[in-house]
């Protein structure tokens, strides 16, 4: 009888052992099953799951992580799709979990986080290989919030959209991350992603104002239009992925997020 296992969303999951077929619907996540060495054993990625270079360009792409191709699915009969609960569409979901087993991520914090590299070790027969990364990654934020306690904490704006823009607030994982990097988020006292005039960003004062590569590719080109409405404001363009992706590449977050307090 193949396990059954509990996803972070509460969902039971009936999964071979151990998966062969696997289709990765999140980037973060393609990248952590490229990490663990599942070279063989995925077989599909998303046209967002950029890292690693070698799988974006060779592997099977089926869709968007919001609109999924099922026919290209179809073709490629997984033994197990990997998604996430705010990248991936419950429609999609839906009609993905009547055919294949679905494993579905859901994070907030760190601590999810490394649940999920944890858990993805266990689902494909990786797990020495993925204790030892999240054990890296833990060891590397515990570091970090030694020395982000050492200095006060700046007040910043996260833009990740423009026209219109929006921000990053709370009970997102971005805002999570800025806590960490030692930044007060003046949206904190709103929820999740909303929009906003450049006058209401001026008006929280931010000491500073990051702008994200993605999902909106901010450049040097935009500061200005930002900088004539926040004159008082550092403008910074900054590393989304750095930011927001909560797979291997977070080993890389804590170096990234010192260097930018000490800019």
């Avoid at 009609?95 to 294949?100: M, S």
């Avoid at 999740?192 to 040097?220: H, W």
Wanted: proline share 8%; charged share 25%; aromatic share 8%.
């Amino acid at each position: 009888m193949p396990p059954i296992v509990t996803d972070q969303m509460g969902r039971k999951v009936q999964l071979p052992a151990p998966p062969l077929r696997i289709v990765s619907l999140v980037p973060s996540q393609t990248e952590l099953l490229a990490d663990l060495k599942l070279d063989e054993a995925v077989v599909g990625i998303t046209k967002f799951c950029v890292h690693p270079e070698h799988w974006y360009r060779n592997k099977d792409r089926v869709g968007g992580t919001k609109e999924v191709k099922m026919n290209v699915i179809e073709q490629l009969a997984p033994n197990l799709i990997i998604g996430n609960k705010e990248e991936n569409s419950p429609e999609d979901i839906l009609a993905l979990e009547k055919h294949y087993p679905v494993w579905m991520s859901d994070i907030e914090d760190l601590e999810d986080a490394l649940e999920m590299i944890r858990t993805v070790g266990l689902l494909t027969n990786r797990q020495p290989a993925a204790e030892e990364l999240a054990g890296q990654i833990q060891g590397a934020f515990i570091d970090l919030g030694q020395y982000t306690q050492r200095l006060p904490p700046v007040s910043a704006a996260y833009l990740i959209w423009r026209d219109p823009y929006m921000v990053a607030a709370r009970e997102t994982f971005i805002d999570y991350m800025l806590q960490q990097a030692g930044f007060r988020n003046v949206f904190a006292r709103e929820r999740r992603y909303p929009e906003v005039r450049l006058e209401a960003i001026a008006a929280r004062e931010p000491e500073v104002i990051l702008l994200s590569s993605e999902p909106y590719p901010f450049k040097d080109k935009h500061i200005a239009e930002i900088r004539s409405a926040c004159p008082t404001s550092e403008i910074r363009l900054v590393d989304g992925e750095l930011f927001s992706w909560y797979g291997s590449r977070l080993l890389k977050s804590p170096a990234y997020f010192k260097a930018l307090r000490q800019r």
